[in-house]
């Protein structure tokens, strides 16, 4: 099943589930039996993991709404994790 978007002039977008290609040019509007014209909108295709949509959904977030920080980040950089396979080795 596919859900096709039509809107009505009254009451606005409404919602038809009905079977791939079955989709009519025009769906009485529930409320009011008035001719509503179907939308064409993006297919509803999965986004994958919860995951991914979090980050995609966070990454749009800060298109418009960007974090705001009270200073800039230090600039100090951790050393570096010793070698343990270069203990052993002689020291000039």
Do not use: K, W
Request: charged share 25%.
């Amino acid at each position: 099943m596919a859900v096709y978007q039509y809107r009505c002039p009254e009451h606005g977008l409404l919602e038809v589930a009905r079977p791939i290609g079955t989709a009519a040019e025009a769906e009485p509007c529930p409320d009011c039996a008035a001719p509503s014209r179907r939308v064409f909108t993006a297919p509803r295709l999965s986004l994958g993991s919860p995951r991914a949509r979090a980050l995609i959904e966070a990454t749009e977030r800060s298109a418009t709404e960007p974090a705001v920080v009270a200073a800039p980040p230090s600039r100090r950089v951790p050393p570096p994790e010793p070698n343990p396979a270069l203990a052993r080795l002689p020291r000039p």
